[in-house]
C-alpha cells in the first residue's frame, strides 16, 4: 500500500467457482486461544494476526484451511478444530480490497510433495468432499443440540408456574428431548464435540 487504508482491509480466499472460502480482515479481533482447552502446548495453537492496513509492503499467510461454519465456532469464536477443512489441490484466488477497489489474483493449490506418489489429486479432492459432507453433519447436530438447550430453558421457565395436564405434559416434553439429544451438555454446539465423553443418545432419532 502505497498509503495507510482509510478503513479495513480484507484478504478473501476464492474457490474455483468464485466463492469466499475464507476471509480475513485488518480490523478482525484477534484472540489468543484458551488455555484451559488446550490438548497441546500453547506453542502448537499460535494466535493468528490480522492483515495490515498499514501503508508499505506486508506478508500474510494462508494456512490452507477453509473458513469454519459459524454454528461449529464456539463462544469465544475458537473451535476445537480452530479453523476449517483443508483446501483440496486446485485453482483457487486471493483477492484483497480496501478503500473501495479489489485486486484479484489466481492461486494454484498443489498436493504436499511429501505424499507417495500414490496418492493422487483426486484422492486429495474426494478426502474433501467427504470431509466437507461429515462438516456439513457436524453442523447439523450443533445446530439442533442448541435448539434443545433452548427448549430445555423455555421448558424450565414454564415448568414452574404449570400445574396438573400441563406440568404433565411440559414434563413429557423434556423427557422426548433427552431421549433424542441425550442429557444437557454445558455449552452444547461445537464445544460438545471436544468434551471427553459424549452421551450415548445424542441425536439418535435426528
Known amino acids: ?79 476445537r478444530g480452530g479453523s476449517g477443512l483443508w483446501a483440496p489441490p486446485g485453482r483457487h484466488a486471493v483477492r484483497l480490497s480496501c478503500d473501495g477497489k479489489s485486486v484479484t489474483r489466481e492461486l494454484l493449490v498443489v498436493r504436499d510433495p511429501r505424499l507417495p506418489s500414490s496418492v493422487t489429486d483426486a484422492d486429495l479432492v474426494r478426502q474433501f468432499e467427504v470431509a466437507r459432507d461429515v462438516q456439513a453433519e457436524r453442523v447439523r447436530v450443533a445446530s439442533a443440540l442448541r435448539q434443545a438447550e433452548s427448549l430445555r430453558k423455555e421448558i424450565a421457565e414454564r415448568r414452574d408456574g404449570a400445574k396438573g395436564a400441563a406440568a404433565s405434559a411440559v414434563d413429557a416434553l423434556a423427557k422426548a428431548i433427552d431421549r433424542v439429544a441425550g442429557k444437557s451438555a454445558s455449552g452444547a454446539g461445537e464445544e460438545f464435540f471436544g468434551a471427553a465423553e459424549a452421551p450415548a443418545t445424542t441425536l439418535r432419532q435426528l
Open 1 to 79: 500500500l502505497k498509503s495507510g487504508a482509510s478503513g479495513p482491509l480484507t484478504i478473501e480466499i476464492l474457490d474455483a467457482n468464485g466463492d469466499p472460502v475464507r476471509r480475513y480482515a485488518s480490523d478482525d479481533k484477534v484472540e489468543p486461544p484458551d488455555l484451559q482447552r488446550l490438548r497441546t502446548t500453547p506453542d502448537w495453537a499460535p494466535v493468528r494476526p490480522s492483515p495490515s492496513a498499514a501503508a508499505g509492503l506486508h506478508r500474510f499467510v494462508w494456512d490452507l484451511r477453509y473458513g469454519l461454519p459459524e454454528a461449529l465456532a464456539s463462544a469465544t469464536g475458537r473451535s
